[in-house]
Each structure stands twice: as structure tokens, then as C-alpha cells.
């Protein structure tokens, strides 16, 4: 599944209106341990492709974050030739994920992240 179309560069469209309205400017750099410091980050740059490319999943052990995030995966690799996925699942929604040393360490070329419910 080595697709090279390029992503599309329209907006995403998002579940949450006030995610999509975020300025970037006001994303802040957060920390695995749930604490977030004061220094302001910008947006990752975009990717130009999806091809082979390393997908983490980082499932807050919720009702259906599971599902839908593989089922996403797998739409991206159809679609868009996504290479290695590779899913995290935390013990409970309400803790921190003790692996993202792991994660990091593994090196993906993008993380999703879902709530289910």
C-alpha cells in the first residue's frame, strides 16, 4: 500500500468546532505527566505525503476510542498508504500514559489520539 497521493490541504473537518477555531498560537506544549508548561508551541509542520509513514494510536481505554481509531488507521492506509501502525491503550482514561517514552523512542510520523464514549 505505497500510495503517494499527496495529503489534501483543505481544512480537516473536526468533531469539535472549538478545536477547529483554535488559534495556534495558543497551543501550549503539554507533558505525559498532565502537567502543561507556560511556553507556547506552534503546529507541527504538515506532511507531505502519507506514504509510509509510522502512525502511533493512543487509546484512552474509553468505549469505542479502540474501534475508531483503528478503523481511521486503516482507512489512512487504504486511502493514503500509511506504513507501520502501532497502538498504545492506557490502563484507565483517567491516568496518564505511562508509555510514552516508548512511544517517542519508536519514533511514529504522527500520533492520533481518541475518546470514546
Given at each position: 500500500?505505497n500510495?503517494?497521493?499527496?495529503i ?5 473537518a ?22 502543561n ?6 503546529l ?7 506514504a ?19 478503523a ?17 491503550r492506557?490502563?484507565?482514561?483517567a491516568?496518564p ?15 492520533f489520539s481518541a475518546s470514546?464514549?
Amino acid at each position: 500500500m505505497n500510495d503517494q497521493r499527496a495529503i489534501p490541504t483543505g481544512r480537516l473537518a473536526v468533531l469539535h468546532p472549538g478545536v477547529e477555531a483554535a488559534d495556534a498560537a495558543d497551543i501550549r506544549a503539554a507533558r505525559s505527566d498532565g502537567s502543561n508548561p507556560s511556553r507556547r508551541i506552534g503546529l507541527a509542520p504538515r506532511l507531505a505525503t502519507l506514504a509510509g509513514k509510522r502512525l502511533a494510536l493512543l487509546d484512552n481505554n474509553k468505549v469505542n476510542a479502540r474501534e475508531l481509531l483503528h478503523a481511521f488507521a486503516e482507512r489512512l492506509q487504504r486511502d493514503y498508504g500509511i506504513g507501520e501502525i502501532r497502538a498504545w491503550r492506557k490502563p484507565t482514561s483517567a491516568a496518564p500514559a505511562p508509555f510514552m517514552d516508548e512511544i517517542r523512542q519508536w519514533m511514529p510520523d504522527l500520533l492520533f489520539s481518541a475518546s470514546g464514549d
